[in-house]
């Protein structure tokens, strides 16, 4: 018999978790390690050192390390904005009449309007234990930037964000709150950095990719003395960091007496998605539980589910690692009417490894029906989501009347990763019924697939 | 010898307030009654039913009741957005180099992004409770309009909102938030009421004010069946139904073992100043405690400060009943560079007599120095505040920072009503160094004073 639910359950300090859980360590097939991109062969750490500070690094290569500390200045900005709560959804549940249980882990309490923060503190935090002076990334729809930007300015770090290009265009606002946060944001592909003169001779009225925002960062990163590079989504510590959103999640449900049948997260490159269903994985992989786990991704940009499981770069140049994973190819770029975020061409390699091994499911939407999820949850909920979260939300949505259809009360976990006040263009655009929906044909996907590099990494 | 005190403080579900608090019940001198417009007699609850709804007409003219019960639905409601947090600003403080004690009470984390919803879902309720099938309202910076638009489509009544033509030109983001959840929103002043019309002749040109707004949204109500006009500011049962945000605080400080020194709110119509006080205010009007009290007004709208204590017009077109306020004249309009809310020219009675009577002090800002105190707060405390939350911080600060030099550890709460998103531009024009500060000069007030109406109750 479960107890009685609040709407939110916030946990207390005292119960806020004090480590990461690296999902890896129960993998028994681990995701493929990284490769040089100019041998092919898997890098040793060193090799991450010019790019990534060593603590990083050391995440990054880490398969066995089952929890790690989470140092204790990281846990003191976390209390800053965590815990997050865990909502039950009982004004959506009764909207849609169903017999589910509908609860969501929501991110976006806090001024980057997103989960991204979890992981931001944490690179900027070593980062400065390291003795950098500054960092750089990459940012598409702006919550990772903004996320940084709050993290640096916390540790008095340098921050170049290259944003790209389409983005920074559309969204000025996002802009400034990174500048608040005193960051330096360019527009991507840009003339600070050879490899975006390069993609500007070849197409000077590009918008930009993140695949190519990612290359102008890691440039700025390895040329500047003191500066390391840090990225928001894909890589194997930022699936660690994020590991608190499940940790929480899992705690808070354990003192509902609940535990969900099904977990679905939004993906683009897999950071909350990881996060998310880190625990719930564990048990999966350790045998202890089988809920369903869904990744929910845009059918404009379907890693996972049209895309290939192969060794590709992680940005457009070329010159970053090359991961295994479901990749849609570094040239990908998804069409100009796809909104928010998700438009990644990879996905997580830890991700990738487990849905290849059928420990999860994935599913893609349209953008429409995208939006007609988030305005009802909007209004029963009163919360307006961010697009990318909205994806979780239509797929809980189907799960819940599904169950009104066959009649089970299942329980299920959604992340609800962000707000959307920064995307208010599109919800516009959905509201006045101009909004197109975009699918690739397999010609499109094709021009990708056609340009992966050929990796044999026993040759 | 104070608890251990968390960053942030939820109280649980059980602790929540299940009633409002009435300031009037405790003040011995009550606020002046509301006036007819035609007599200048004091209206009688029958009077103004045409405009309010009968239980807020109620509650409205009610001085004497000490606690109103919140409505079970009103409770759920709140369960979904509330408790907000009590967080401890403990980053601040270092920055500070303080030995205050910094608290402030959270009212952000809403769709509406401010307090805003507090009253919004209150006032739904009642109409939906009536059966009414509309409403009708004003918005300035978008935080009322936005809050009210959840409310009603929580409740499926149809809503028109009349917002200040300026704002609605500088903020389409707030549109589309407001059409989301099914508002109607129109630029005010327009041509769909007889008083837009009539100002519009006059200045065709005018950005409009909320007094001109607000005469706009009342015509509508009264001239459409079904339909009332509510207020998110200014009323005594706006102020009644936010005591919910110093009812919380209180009982999260008690919880904590703590007790505010002072405390602090941003003062516009005083709808967050009313309700964060409320419970410390009822303390001092009975003698249990004697905290400092104060209101922070924007210097460029500076009612409590520089206005009258006297008689005047809710709104422009002076269709309203007359309120014994301090004001600026129902004329007044803040310079064109006035960034955020705060800029409405009257002020709540209940404060208004409460601030004469000598119960509480008031502080005027530049708005240049409200940002520079809103950039440095969200820098240590992670969250981008409101405009109209930052003077409110300009003023904690400042209060800490003369701690700092006279070495007391004073305990000091404010209300930090909101988040800055919707703000930008704002923002931008501080970092870029073009906002301007203005201060009205005494004959720009005096122009205001000149048109007050010429009240004498007992002639």
Not at 229 to 237: A, D, F, P, R
Not at 290 to 319: M, N, W
């Amino acid at each position: 018999m479960a107890k009685k639910v609040p709407h939110r359950l916030y946990l207390t300090e005292d119960q806020m978790p004090k480590q990461w859980y690296n999902l890896r360590a129960d993998m028994k097939i681990k995701p493929d390690p990284l490769l040089n991109p100019a041998t092919f062969k898997p890098v040793n750490i060193e090799e991450l050192y010019p790019v990534f500070c060593k603590a990083l690094a050391a995440q990054e290569m880490d398969n066995t390390t089952r929890y790690i500390d989470i140092p204790e200045e990281i846990q003191d900005f976390y209390k800053m904005y965590r815990p997050s709560p865990l909502i039950r959804a009982y004004n959506l549940e009764k909207a849609l009449k169903t017999p589910a249980k509908i609860y969501y882990k929501y991110e976006g309490n806090n001024t980057s309007g997103s989960h991204k923060l979890n992981s931001a503190i944490a690179q900027a935090y070593y980062a400065k234990e390291q003795g950098l002076t500054g960092l750089t990334t990459e940012t598409g729809a702006g919550q990772w930037g903004t996320a940084l930007a709050e993290a640096c300015a916390f540790y008095n770090l340098d921050l170049t964000v290259y944003m790209v290009k389409v983005s920074y265009e559309q969204k000025p606002f996002r802009k400034t709150v990174m500048e608040t946060f005193d960051a330096k944001v360019i527009p991507s592909p840009s003339n600070t950095t050879k490899v975006g003169k390069a993609i500007l001779e070849n197409d000077p009225n590009t918008g930009g990719s993140l695949g190519c925002a990612i290359s102008e960062a890691i440039e700025k990163a390895v040329s500047t003395p003191g500066y390391r590079y840090v990225l928001g989504s894909v890589l194997n510590q930022v699936v660690l960091h994020q590991s608190i959103i499940g940790l929480e999640s899992k705690i808070a449900m354990e003192l509902l007496d609940e535990y969900p049948d099904v977990v679905i997260g939004c993906a683009g490159g897999g950071s909350n998605l990881g996060g998310l269903i880190a625990p719930f994985m564990q048990d999966k992989l350790t045998g202890k539980a089988t809920p369903r786990i869904v990744a929910v991704e845009p059918a404009s940009c379907p890693s996972f589910t049209r895309g290939k499981y192969a060794y590709d770069f992680c940005d457009t140049g070329r010159v970053t690692p090359l991961a295994k994973m479901y990749t849609l190819g570094a040239s990908f770029m998804p069409s100009a009417n796809h909104a928010g975020g998700l438009r990644y061409h990879g996905m997580s390699p830890i991700l990738s490894r487990l849905y290849h091994d059928g420990f999860m499911e994935a599913v893609a939407v349209e953008q429409t029906k995208v939006f007609e999820a988030a305005v009802l949850f909007a209004k029963q909920e009163t919360i307006l989501p961010a697009p990318e979260s909205a994806h979780a939300i239509r797929a809980a949505i189907d799960e819940a009347i599904l169950c009104r259809e066959t009649g089970e009360a299942k329980t299920i976990l959604f992340g609800l990763t962000g707000t959307g006040y920064f995307d208010m263009t599109a919800y516009n655009s959905y509201l006045t019924n101009t909004m197109k929906d975009y699918v690739p044909t397999d010609e499109d996907l094709q021009k990708g697939f056609d340009q992966l590099p050929r990796v044999d990494i026993n040759g």
